[in-house]
């Protein structure tokens, strides 16, 4: 999934160096988890009105201080949070 959102970011006229690997990582974890929690929605409509808190782009500051979120090792590869563990 990384190398195909690196391939999408990069056909499309982006850079290797705007893709963060830890926020794109915790993003799919909680999608994951919703989907788990509510497995009869069939589109995406649904689903996010189910849960609006995914489409808060500052969610993982929930989850992550912003100076460990922000960091070189996490844009470059998954770091486990530090504020609060991310739902399995």
Same mark, same amino acid.
């Given at each position: ?9 990069? #056909? #499309?006229?982006? =850079?290797?160096? !705007? ?9 799919? /974890? *909680?999608? @994951?988890? #919703? ?6 929605? =069939?589109?995406?409509?649904?689903? @996010? /009105?189910?849960?609006?808190? *995914? ?9 992550? =201080?912003?100076?460990?979120?922000? =960091? ?11 504020? /609060? !563990? *991310?739902?399995?």
């Amino acid at each position: 999934m990384v190398r195909g959102i690196q391939a999408f970011a990069m #056909h #499309h006229g982006g =850079s290797l160096e !705007k893709y963060h690997d830890t926020i794109t990582r915790a993003f799919v /974890q *909680l999608v @994951a988890a #919703h989907l788990r929690e509510t497995p009869g929605l =069939s589109d995406f409509p649904a689903f @996010a /009105q189910a849960h609006p808190r *995914l489409l808060d782009t500052q969610l993982p500051l929930a989850f992550y =201080s912003r100076e460990r979120l922000m =960091s070189p090792e996490a844009r470059a590869g998954w770091v486990d949070p530090d504020l /609060q !563990k *991310l739902p399995v």
